[in-house]
């Protein structure tokens, strides 16, 4: 910009007749122009930085009064100064603590002076910078990285620092220096955004009267009549900026890599499969015009690198950009891949950055760069997104932990996650981003099930938050309320998980201390409030049959809840089974797991037996639920897994399930010995101390009994039976299995009451024995 080089050239005329008045004649040194000054780029209240080059220290001693009128001078014209005062010596030698000495020596010129004393730098400086490269890179990189975290690694701030943050004019400045250190040209492609860049900053100083940087909401207004569109500008350069950046420093890092941190990239190596090759931590693939319109391919590559954390090589990077796909192309059974990866934020981000994201979800294309101004937000929407969804990877909490540990459907919170703002820039953006939800899972074909799941942790994740601040948490009427619009334990914890990654995006340090105990407070209060609701909240009467009517009255509120209106007519239709034959068994595929339907009528050691033929079957199971309505007729269902595929691969395998089953219910079946049978074959690995909690104040007129232990073949099944020999009845039953710990909650009953507190020890010691056994 021709105004930055006429304010360069005006400081340099003070600094030359300010020298010749106060130190020609009286002191042997060279006046330097160094950092934004050398490089000619002074902006209306930019420092003035200027390096006096001595012969020795004593010499700048003996001169210290001359020295201090030449720096008046420079003071009382106006000029803000930054001065050092170094030797020949001092120049050529890496200063620990003092690495900025070095850098600002890469943008030197010499102003006036001794030419004499310049001529020695001159001559020694190259061979320095040249023989001492490595060092020099390696420590730009990391001041460069240090302060790159300062501002959390991202360019997408709402407020953004156009100096320091990253994709800002430092790590312009980056590049030239390790063009300089490295023998590179700057890049001509940054062109346009360092132009930009200057622009913006020549504007803020302007507009301030002073050295100011940050681009706020306010000076966005005053320089541009299009606010929102000036900051996409600015995001789309500082992206370009950024990525130059942290490639050069790969680059710098690779030829200079030694020791330990080599041998663990040439490690990782081992990685590479007959898709993508890893080198150095990066990704490339062996087949790499296919990127540009294979989109499994593409999706395999996110999944590799999501799964091992890698990065994507620069000819990945640009290959990805040139990839195109239709919206429809996308299946749900892929997008849950993606959803399930250990670190599926950093898949998300990279295919943000290489713009497939936009490709498999036009509707990103709303929010990507987008500011809104609400003064709480830190990020844009993006942005925001994206870290919300790695601030559960995992969460920073114990408690939490377990929460994401335990919940079984970790793919529709991270969906969520991703569409929980997507609506943003419109009015109701709650509204409208769970309308977006519905409307884009259908297009990928996704079950009725998932949708409705993430449609509501859409529609309701500022629920918690609100509660939170506008709410007394103590009151129990606040519990009631979110029990209500949440419905189930399930979508409790995806919601809380989700209210816990949305409030910890916002800004770093949002999720505080006391806030995180606030939402754990309503967690755990809601949390009571459900499992209360299975014994004392019935269905009287619900139905568009007297058949429905009957079939449905006593079973817990709950279960409206969880089956949809074709599940509970496909239960009223094996109910008439069940009526004729005196039990029913079917057997179907849901949710990606087996299904065992059973109705009966209830019997001891019933719910026991069922659990026991599935283990001695070879199955896992993984969830189970246990109703018995007015009528006395048992609704057991068992989610599990095959772990041997014997029921995929072999059909006639249900149907002899299914007699097993019916053969439990009957008890004609040795369930016993099936169980013992399974249990030689397993291992035990005692991670996990089993807990055992029995309270008759959770509900009126049943005991709660709460088992954690870790997940073995049997387990149930000898849960189920140590209740049974107690005496007790038992009267619902939720399970649930994650990973290899089951958490198991019963509503017991004896002789039609709560169990005796005399009995709780007993019941207690029964339970751990069982988990031990």
């Given at each position: 910009m021709q105004v930055l080089a006429e304010r360069t050239s005006a400081c340099e005329t003070i600094i030359k007749?300010?020298?010749?008045?106060?130190?020609?004649?009286?002191?042997?040194?060279?006046?330097?122009?160094?950092?934004?000054?050398?490089?000619?780029?002074?902006?209306?209240?930019?420092?003035?930085?200027?390096?006096?080059?001595?012969?020795?220290?004593?010499?700048?001693?003996?001169?210290?009064?001359?020295?201090?009128?030449?720096?008046?001078?420079?003071?009382?014209?106006?000029?803000?100064?930054?001065?050092?005062?170094?030797?020949?010596?001092?120049?050529?030698?890496?200063?620990?603590?003092?690495?900025?000495?070095?850098?600002?020596?890469?943008?030197?010129?010499?102003?006036?002076?001794?030419?004499?004393?310049?001529?020695?730098?001159?001559?020694?400086?190259?061979e320095f910078l040249r023989s001492k490269s490595g060092t020099i890179s390696r420590r730009l990189s990391e001041l460069t990285k240090s302060r790159h975290s300062k501002y959390h690694a991202t360019i997408y701030h709402l407020e953004p620092d156009i100096k320091d943050t990253p994709g800002g004019l430092r790590d312009l400045h980056l590049l030239g220096w390790f063009g300089k250190l490295l023998g590179r040209n700057f890049p001509p492609e940054l062109q346009a955004a360092r132009d930009f860049l200057f622009c913006l900053r020549y504007g803020l100083h302007t507009r301030a009267g002073r050295d100011k940087n940050i681009l706020d909401f306010e000076t966005q207004d005053a320089l541009s009549s299009q606010p929102e569109q000036l900051m996409r500008d600015y995001y789309r350069y500082a992206r370009e900026i950024y990525r130059s950046a942290t490639r050069t420093m790969e680059s710098a890092e690779s030829t200079k890599d030694k020791g330990l941190l080599e041998h663990f990239r040439n490690w990782r190596g081992r990685l590479s499969n007959s898709e993508f090759t890893v080198s150095r931590d990066q990704v490339l693939a062996r087949s790499p015009q296919q990127l540009r319109n294979d989109l499994s391919m593409v999706l395999r590559l996110f999944a590799f690198t999501g799964r091992h954390g890698l990065s994507l090589a620069a000819d990945t990077e640009a290959r990805l950009l040139e990839f195109h796909t239709q919206p429809e192309a996308l299946q749900w059974n892929q997008a849950v891949a993606l959803m399930r990866l250990p670190k599926a934020a950093w898949a998300m981000r990279q295919m943000h950055a290489t713009r497939v994201l936009e490709q498999i979800l036009p509707e990103w294309k709303e929010i990507e760069c987008l500011v809104v101004r609400d003064f709480y937000h830190r990020y844009t929407v993006d942005e925001h997104t994206i870290v919300a969804l790695e601030m559960i990877e995992p969460p920073n909490d114990a408690r939490l932990q377990t929460l994401f540990e335990e919940t079984g459907r970790v793919e529709l919170l991270r969906m969520a996650l991703i569409f929980h703002d997507i609506g943003k820039g419109g009015g109701d953006h709650v509204t409208a981003s769970a309308e977006i939800a519905r409307r884009v899972m259908a297009r990928w074909n996704a079950p009725a099930d998932d949708i409705e799941t993430v449609e509501f942790l859409v529609r309701h994740h500022t629920t918690i938050s609100a509660l939170m601040s506008k709410r007394d948490l103590s009151d129990p009427a606040t519990a009631r309320e979110l029990a209500e619009q949440v419905g189930t334990v399930e979508n409790l914890?995806?919601?809380?998980?989700?209210?816990?990654?949305?409030?910890?995006?916002?800004?770093?340090?949002?999720?505080?201390?006391?806030?995180?105990?606030?939402?754990?407070?309503?967690?755990?209060?809601?949390?009571?409030?459900?499992?209360?609701?299975?014994?004392?909240?019935?269905?009287?009467?619900?139905?568009?049959?007297?058949?429905?009517?009957?079939?449905?009255?006593?079973?817990?509120?709950?279960?409206?809840?969880?089956?949809?209106?074709?599940?509970?007519?496909?239960?009223?239709?094996?109910?008439?089974?069940?009526?004729?034959?005196?039990?029913?068994?079917?057997?179907?595929?849901?949710?990606?797991?087996?299904?065992?339907?059973?109705?009966?009528?209830?019997?001891?050691?019933?719910?026991?037996?069922?659990?026991?033929?599935?283990?001695?079957?070879?199955?896992?199971?993984?969830?189970?639920?246990?109703?018995?309505?007015?009528?006395?007729?048992?609704?057991?269902?068992?989610?599990?897994?095959?772990?041997?595929?014997?029921?995929?691969?072999?059909?006639?395998?249900?149907?002899?399930?299914?007699?097993?089953?019916?053969?439990?219910?009957?008890?004609?079946?040795?369930?016993?010995?099936?169980?013992?049978?399974?249990?030689?074959?397993?291992?035990?690995?005692?991670?996990?101390?089993?807990?055992?909690?029995?309270?008759?104040?959770?509900?009126?007129?049943?005991?709660?009994?709460?088992?954690?232990?870790?997940?073995?073949?049997?387990?149930?099944?000898?849960?189920?039976?140590?209740?049974?020999?107690?005496?007790?009845?038992?009267?619902?039953?939720?399970?649930?299995?994650?990973?290899?710990?089951?958490?198991?909650?019963?509503?017991?009953?004896?002789?039609?009451?709560?169990?005796?507190?005399?009995?709780?020890?007993?019941?207690?010691?029964?339970?751990?024995?069982?988990?031990?056994?």
């Open positions: 007749s300010a020298h010749a008045g106060a130190l020609e004649g009286k002191l042997d040194c060279a006046v330097l122009a160094v950092g934004g000054f050398g490089r000619a780029e002074l902006f209306p209240h930019s420092d003035v930085d200027i390096l006096l080059l001595v012969e020795s220290a004593a010499a700048a001693q003996s001169a210290k009064g001359d020295i201090s009128e030449f720096l008046k001078q420079l003071w009382d014209s106006g000029m803000r100064l930054s001065h050092s005062v170094h030797t020949v010596d001092e120049c050529c030698q890496i200063h620990d603590g003092n690495t900025e000495l070095t850098v600002s020596l890469l943008d030197q010129r010499w102003l006036t002076g001794s030419a004499g004393l310049y001529v020695k730098l001159e001559e020694r400086l190259p914890k995806l919601l809380t998980l989700l209210t816990y990654a949305d409030i910890s995006a916002v800004y770093p340090g949002a999720m505080t201390p006391w806030r995180l105990e606030q939402l754990w407070r309503v967690y755990t209060s809601t949390h009571e409030e459900l499992t209360r609701e299975l014994e004392t909240e019935r269905i009287v009467q619900y139905g568009e049959t007297a058949e429905e009517q009957a079939f449905l009255a006593g079973f817990p509120a709950r279960f409206l809840r969880t089956h949809s209106k074709a599940e509970i007519q496909k239960l009223v239709l094996l109910s008439r089974q069940q009526a004729d034959e005196g039990a029913a068994v079917a057997i179907d595929r849901h949710q990606g797991a087996w299904r065992a339907t059973v109705l009966a009528n209830d019997r001891a050691f019933l719910f026991a037996s069922l659990a026991g033929a599935l283990a001695g079957f070879g199955l896992n199971i993984l969830k189970a639920e246990a109703f018995a309505n007015a009528r006395g007729v048992i609704l057991d269902t068992f989610a599990f897994e095959d772990p041997n595929r014997n029921l995929e691969q072999n059909p006639e395998e249900v149907d002899r399930l299914q007699r097993m089953l019916l053969r439990a219910v009957t008890g004609k079946s040795d369930v016993a010995r099936l169980v013992d049978s399974r249990k030689k074959a397993h291992r035990q690995k005692g991670r996990l101390a089993a807990k055992v909690g029995v309270s008759n104040e959770a509900v009126p007129n049943a005991t709660l009994v709460e088992v954690t232990a870790e997940d073995r073949p049997g387990l149930l099944y000898d849960l189920a039976s140590a209740i049974s020999e107690a005496g007790c009845e038992i009267d619902v039953v939720l399970i649930d299995t994650e990973a290899h710990k089951a958490l198991d909650v019963f509503y017991l009953k004896k002789s039609g009451g709560q169990v005796p507190e005399s009995e709780h020890g007993q019941l207690k010691m029964r339970l751990l024995t069982a988990c031990q056994s």
